[in-house]
Every structure is written in C-alpha cells, then in structure tokens.
C-alpha cells in the first residue's frame, strides 16, 4: 500500500527540516514544505495531499487555524495541528476548524520537535479515520440521493456539508459552491421571519417561504434530525424539507 502524501507548513525552517527528515524515513511523502498559510491553501489545493500538519502561529496576514480552515472548507483533507501554545483561547478557536489532533512541540536547542512514535501514530490514526468517513458519506449520500425530499447536512458549526441533489434544485445552489457555506447564506430570508429563532426552529415552527438563487419562491415543511457525535459538545444537524407548493 503506498503511503500518503504529507504537506508540511511550519515556518520554522530546521524544524521544518526535521519534521520532513523523520516523515520520509517513515515512507511518508513530503513534496513541498510551506511558511505561510496563503502558500498552504494554494499548494494543498495544488497537490491534494492525503493529510496537512499545520503549524498554528504563522508569519503573515494569515495564521495557521484560518488557512486550515480553508483547506478543510475547501478541499476536506484532514489537518493536524502543530503547536507549541497550548493556551486554552488558542486551543477553543482551533476546534472551531474540526481539527483530527494536536501535537505540542518539543522546546530547545536538543529537543526533538515531536515524539516520532505519537507524530506516526497521529498521522496513522487521522489518515484511517478519515477513509472511514469518506466510505460512510458515499453509502449515506447514495441514499440520501434517492429519497424523495430535499436534504442538507451540517457539522456541529452549521457549515454546509452535504446536500442532496433535490436541494440544489430547490434552492439554487450546486454542491461545488454550497459545501462549506453557513446555512443562512442558502436560507437567508429565513433568518428574516424572526432574528431571535435559530434556523431550526423557524424551518419546524411552521411554513416558511424560501427564495431560490434564481429568485423563485417556494413554501416549505421542514424537519431537524441531529447528528450525534460523542467527540464534539455540539453536534451537526440534518436538515429535511417538502416543497409545498412546488412550481419548478
């Protein structure tokens, strides 16, 4: 089985170095290492590595939680956090990108930057979880593509990760622009009825008018299912509607 593709942004250059330097030993492969997270977004759409270890404190306008962020956004391929601040605020907005781990680096001149046994095991263990994911998105949206109502799936932040095609035809968007979308950006007159109802309760509380991109008005029935996840505090959501008066 060959092994996965690495993209390293650490900027930071001999630890860069060492961290390759222990990762090729590995078998793993490490074609490029970036300094900035402008550079990390461009090569991890460039390459599409298998995983990202992402140094969190980054030189430039972008650090390393926002350009994870886009690289999970945009190209869902995992990202492990590399950091030597382990502080607690740094830490609670890091989650926020649903990250597959955090190694703490080690400090001074002799140390290694990480334990190479935890660093191989991380990486096993994110890069396996991930393909499990992937393998259980494909049987749920080959389901979900043949029932007869429109749905959209959140993760625990309320971004857009999946819809069906019912969906897109309904509201306008395709799936290539909508995945990672908040969900008032597809639902926003919505979030109009009552700005003080989460988006949940109004799509339930009744029947809600929603205008397609196109500008097409449509009446719906809503359902919420939660998705439950032991890992996260807040879990995503499944969001289920019927078109009432359907005039496509």
């Not at 393909?131 to 593509?145: F, K």
């Not at 819809?163 to 969900?183: C, D, F, Q, R, Y």
Request: proline share 4%; aromatic share 6%; glycine share 6%.
């Amino acid at each position: 089985m060959a092994k996965a593709t690495i993209l390293v942004v650490e900027d930071e250059r001999i630890t860069a170095e060492d961290i390759r330097a222990g990762l090729e030993f590995a078998g793993y492969k490490v074609p490029v290492i970036c300094s900035t997270g402008e550079d990390a977004v461009k090569k991890a759409g460039r390459l599409e590595p298998d995983l990202v270890l992402m140094d969190i404190k980054l030189e430039g306008e972008m650090d390393g939680i926002e350009a994870a962020a886009q690289i999970r956004k945009s190209y869902d391929i995992p990202v492990i956090y590399l950091t030597a601040y382990s502080d607690e605020k740094t830490v609670e907005r890091a989650k926020l990108t649903e990250p597959s781990g955090f190694l703490v680096k080690g400090q001074g001149m002799l140390s290694k930057p990480f334990d190479e046994n935890e660093l191989h095991a991380a990486i096993e263990i994110t890069l396996y979880r991930h393909e499990m994911e992937r393998e259980h998105d494909q049987i749920s949206a080959a389901i979900l593509l043949r029932t007869s109502e429109a749905v959209i799936a959140t993760n625990s932040t309320g971004q857009i990760r999946y819809i069906n095609s019912l969906a897109e035809t309904i509201t306008g968007w395709p799936k290539n622009e909508v995945l990672g979308k908040k969900l008032e950006e597809i639902f926003l007159p919505l979030s109009k009825i009552n700005d003080e109802s989460p988006l949940e309760d109004v799509l339930v509380g009744g029947e809600p008018e929603i205008i397609s991109r196109n500008g097409a008005k449509f009446t719906v029935k809503g359902t919420v299912t939660p998705i439950k996840d032991c890992k996260q505090k807040n879990n995503g959501m499944v969001i289920s509607f019927k078109v009432v008066n359907d005039d496509i």
